[in-house]
T-cell receptor
Framework: NAGVMQNPRHLVRRRGQEARLRCSPMKGHSHVYWYRQLPEEGLKFMVYLQKENIIDESGMPKERFSAEFPKEGPSILRIQQVVRGDSAAYFC????????????????FGSGTQLSVL | DQQVKQNSPSLSVQEGRISILNCDYTNSMFDYFLWYKKYPAEGPTFLISISSIKDKNEDGRFTVFLNKSAKHLSLHIVPSQPGDSAVYFCAAVSDKIIFGKGTRLHILP
């Protein structure tokens, strides 16, 4: 039973290019969460999705960032026209049920994608 | 506006001693709390949780204490081992899961 898979592990983009980050949740999980970790910072919530639906995008910047979780395939976090300040580690997590989750549930995280913008 | 605060960026503890990591929160509506451990270049892994209706949860060397009146929780690791060196994140759950900035724990030989 594979865990949460994120790819690529490392992504280098030049300013103005687009970045696409992929996340395949654990088998049987239909809820996906994206978090961003800036250097020396904690994990900042970005967006929470269920299959084909965005449940909560209150942590997403209003411009250039979008996320989807189609019926088939991985969840995609898309950053258009990247800037240096987008350089960060982006983590995806999944859970079998949605929020608020029960005390015996938890989020399972992927290993993250390190985005570097030159 | 930080709802979950870990005020110690780092902590050094001698191997075999007790490590105590602290976390404060501002929102009394949080349902329960999680601790995650993170090694460099890896994703966070779940460590232990506690419901808001409990004041203590223990799992092996790890114990989490919750003081609701003070809006404070702590993670105790005893005895501390070299493999415990990592960044520890406190998280609080309501309609979203909010993480603190983390505390880097160094276990000294």
């Amino acid at each position: 039973n594979a865990g949460v898979m994120q790819n690529p592990r490392h992504l280098v983009r030049r300013r103005g290019q687009e970045a696409r980050l992929r996340c395949s949740p654990m088998k049987g999980h239909s809820h996906v969460y994206w978090y961003r970790q800036l250097p020396e910072e904690g994990l900042k919530f970005m967006v929470y999705l269920q299959k084909e639906n965005i449940i909560d995008e209150s942590g997403m910047p209003k411009e250039r960032f979008s996320a989807e979780f189609p019926k088939e395939g991985p969840s995609i976090l898309r950053i258009q026209q990247v800037v240096r300040g987008d350089s960060a580690a982006y983590f995806c997590a999944s859970s079998p049920v949605g929020l608020p989750i029960a005390t015996n549930e938890k989020l399972f995280f992927g290993s993250g994608t390190q985005l570097s913008v030159l | 506006d930080q709802q979950v605060k870990q005020n110690s960026p780092s902590l050094s503890v001698q191997e075999g001693r007790i490590s105590i990591l602290n976390c404060d929160y501002t929102n009394s509506m949080f349902d329960y709390f999680l601790w995650y451990k993170k090694y460099p270049a890896e994703g966070p892994t779940f460590l232990i949780s506690i419901s808001s209706i409990k004041d203590k949860n223990e799992d092996g060397r790890f114990t989490v204490f919750l003081n609701k009146s003070a809006k404070h929780l702590s993670l105790h690791i005893v005895p501390s081992q070299p493999g415990d060196s990592a960044v520890y994140f406190c998280a609080a759950v309501s309609d979203k899961i909010i993480f603190g900035k983390g505390t880097r724990l160094h276990i000294l030989p």
